[in-house]
């Protein structure tokens, strides 16, 4: 029984250490992409219309959304347009992975804007499909917002944006998702 005790709690501090693991700050992301480190591919999974309006990074290897925004379906109860997951995600992230002559067992790191809503989640359903070292950048592309004073609701705090780290309002047409190029 105490064996059995052993082996149960070192199973839940693998699981644990496992889970810790799929998050990574946006200034290591970049230190990885700044080394040319062989073995790592960055993905920007947001819709390249948020893109459009919210900024770039260069650093990014490619765009490759995990939601894609459906603007012929209006959601009445959330004030916002339907979101569905892109149907080819893995099978885009497999392409870019060949593109780079990657495997499977590559690190993959996600960045969405917030780094919650599609960054962790995206990174989640690549380890699921077969992707055990998909990441994610913790408070994602813009960071997270201010709580109180002037600028409270702006997002201002911690990300890849306000970690003083390359951006650019403008969109690098080799790299962002394009239907036209499909």
Same mark, same amino acid.
Request: glycine residues 8%.
């Given at each position: 029984?105490?064996?059995? %005790?052993?082996?149960?709690? #070192?199973?839940?501090?693998?699981? =644990?250490? &496992?889970?810790?693991?799929?998050?990574?700050?946006? =200034?290591?992301?970049?230190?990885?992409? @700044?080394?040319?480190?062989? !073995?790592?591919?960055?993905?920007?999974?947001?819709?390249?219309?948020? #893109?459009?309006?919210?900024?770039?990074?260069?650093?990014? &290897?490619?765009?490759?959304?995990?939601? %894609?925004?459906?603007? =012929? $379906?209006? !959601?009445?109860?959330?004030?916002?347009?339907? %979101?569905?997951? !892109?149907?080819?995600?893995? !099978? $885009?992230?497999?392409?870019? %992975?060949?593109?780079?002559?990657?495997?499977?067992?590559?690190?993959?790191? =996600?960045?969405?804007?917030?780094?919650?809503?599609?960054?962790? *989640?995206?990174?989640?359903?690549?380890?699921?499909?077969?992707?055990?070292?998909?990441?994610?950048?913790?408070?994602?592309? @813009?960071?997270?917002?201010?709580?109180?004073?002037? @600028?409270?609701?702006?997002?201002?705090?911690?990300?890849? @944006?306000?970690?003083?780290? *390359?951006?650019?309002?403008?969109?690098?047409?080799?790299?962002?998702?394009?239907?036209? &190029?499909?």
């Amino acid at each position: 029984m105490k064996k059995l %005790l052993i082996a149960v709690a #070192i199973g839940f501090a693998s699981l =644990t250490a &496992h889970a810790a693991d799929i998050g990574i700050s946006a =200034t290591d992301t970049y230190a990885k992409i @700044q080394k040319a480190e062989p !073995n790592v591919l960055l993905i920007d999974v947001r819709d390249p219309v948020e #893109i459009m309006f919210v900024g770039f990074s260069d650093a990014v &290897h490619a765009n490759v959304p995990f939601m %894609l925004v459906d603007r =012929t $379906q209006w !959601n009445a109860e959330k004030g916002v347009f339907r %979101l569905y997951r !892109n149907p080819d995600f893995v !099978n $885009q992230v497999k392409l870019e %992975l060949a593109k780079r002559g990657l495997s499977a067992d590559a690190e993959i790191i =996600t960045m969405c804007r917030s780094g919650s809503e599609r960054g962790e *989640p995206s990174a989640a359903f690549l380890r699921e499909s077969g992707f055990a070292n998909a990441r994610y950048v913790i408070n994602g592309f @813009q960071g997270d917002a201010i709580k109180e004073g002037s @600028q409270a609701g702006f997002r201002l705090k911690n990300g890849w @944006q306000n970690s003083g780290l *390359p951006w650019s309002p403008k969109m690098n047409a080799d790299k962002v998702y394009r239907i036209d &190029h499909r």
